[in-house]
């Protein structure tokens, strides 16, 4: 049996129909119940109602107060968040002008040049005992710098940039660990201040403003001391 032809007009309208049905979604009924359906609702039962027993309305009242109270809720947290985005724009925007700048900032990466004295600043939160520096390169520790007891505040050690044998450490990146014991013998971490250069700001998942030092460690803006 011949088929009959098919004209571009009945085959736009058969592409039209089977993309309908395949958009479930757009044809789907409005599944959100808004204050107009409520009115219209409210509207209907007291038309419905037996004269009898008449309803009372105090109920469907209070529901749709309550729900213009959370469609209030639900507007005004959109505006705060949009606020909040728009904020945290400025933010990145005014942060940018640290990139570049030297700071003084709380990490354990730490630029040493060969053949020059590097200072390691500690910032101790209470007194500690047998405070020890371990400085360790990416083969492994380099060298331990021991120091007796010191009260809390901030400290400053110098190291001659050489390892345990007396041989000068090249130029690079050098990783800082420093501890000691408290009053009770535990051991507790110190944290130390590097100084280092801005390169870029971003923005981390959790919301806060974060610094990529030279070293390619990331802190908080806060952690930052000092900046010149």
């Given at each position: 049996?011949?088929?009959?032809?098919?004209?571009?007009?009945?085959?736009?309208?058969?592409?039209?129909?089977?993309?309908?049905?395949?958009?479930?979604?757009?044809?789907?009924?409005?599944?959100?119940?808004?204050?107009?359906?409520?009115?219209?609702?409210?509207?209907?039962?007291?038309q419905n109602?037996?004269?009898?027993?008449?309803?009372?309305?105090?109920?469907?009242?209070?529901?749709?107060?309550?729900?213009?109270?959370?469609?209030?809720?639900?507007?005004?947290?959109?505006?705060?968040?949009?606020?909040?985005a728009g904020?945290?724009?400025?933010?990145?925007?005014?942060?940018?002008?640290?990139?570049?700048?030297?700071?003084?900032?709380?990490?354990?990466?730490?630029?040493?040049?060969e053949g020059?004295?590097?200072?390691?600043?500690?910032?101790?939160?209470?007194?500690?005992?047998?405070?020890?520096?371990?400085?360790?390169?990416?083969?492994?520790?380099?060298?331990?710098?021991?120091?007796?007891?010191?009260?809390?505040?901030?400290?400053?050690?110098?190291?001659?940039?050489?390892?345990?044998?007396?041989?000068?450490?090249?130029?690079?990146?050098?990783?800082?660990?420093?501890?000691?014991?408290?009053?009770?013998?535990?051991?507790?971490?110190?944290?130390?201040?590097?100084?280092?250069?801005?390169?870029?700001?971003?923005?981390?998942?959790?919301?806060?403003?974060?610094?990529?030092?030279?070293?390619?460690?990331?802190?908080?803006?806060?952690?930052?001391?000092?900046?010149?």
């Amino acid at each position: 049996m011949a088929q009959l032809p098919i004209s571009s007009e009945q085959n736009t309208d058969y592409v039209k129909a089977m993309q309908q049905a395949t958009n479930a979604n757009r044809n789907a009924p409005d599944k959100e119940l808004g204050q107009a359906d409520f009115l219209r609702l409210l509207t209907t039962q007291l038309q419905n109602q037996d004269p009898n027993k008449p309803m009372d309305p105090t109920n469907f009242v209070t529901d749709l107060t309550q729900m213009s109270q959370l469609e209030a809720t639900n507007k005004m947290n959109s505006s705060m968040q949009a606020m909040t985005a728009g904020f945290q724009s400025m933010q990145v925007m005014q942060s940018a002008a640290l990139i570049g700048k030297n700071v003084q900032a709380e990490g354990d990466q730490m630029s040493h040049e060969e053949g020059q004295v590097s200072q390691i600043r500690m910032e101790l939160d209470q007194p500690l005992e047998d405070v020890t520096i371990v400085i360790t390169d990416k083969n492994g520790p380099v060298r331990e710098l021991f120091q007796d007891d010191l009260n809390a505040g901030e400290k400053i050690v110098d190291w001659d940039g050489k390892d345990s044998s007396g041989n000068p450490m090249p130029s690079g990146e050098y990783t800082l660990t420093v501890y000691g014991s408290d009053e009770e013998g535990e051991l507790q971490s110190i944290d130390t201040i590097v100084p280092s250069q801005v390169r870029s700001i971003s923005l981390s998942d959790e919301g806060t403003m974060k610094a990529t030092l030279a070293t390619g460690e990331r802190v908080d803006l806060n952690k930052i001391r000092e900046i010149s």
